[in-house]
């Protein structure tokens, strides 16, 4: 097996790893932080299948900006 084929087993087992991590979370940051790492783990898988604006759109999008916009929503919350 080589890396290549090693990249694209690894990267869908650690997006479903990410993605039951986001939803077992309480804390709704450390939430926000794996949605923020499965998206970029998505980035990363779209790059490996050659669609790199793609790649670069979810990195933009999903990682960054909903990331930030998620974060400064859940800090103008109060929480207990």
């Excluded at 097996?1 to 993605?19: G, K, N, S």
């Excluded at 979370?25 to 949605?35: E, V």
Aim: hydrophobic content about 65%.
């Amino acid at each position: 097996m080589t890396e290549f084929q090693a990249l694209h087993v690894l990267v869908p087992l650690l997006v479903v790893v990410c993605a039951v991590m986001v939803v077992f979370f309480k804390d709704l940051i450390s939430a926000t932080i794996a949605l923020a790492a499965l998206s970029l783990l998505l980035s990363l898988e779209f790059y490996l299948l050659h669609a790199p604006d793609v790649a670069i759109a979810e990195a933009a999008i999903g990682a960054a900006i909903t990331t930030a916009i998620y974060v400064f929503a859940i800090r103008s919350t109060k929480r207990t």
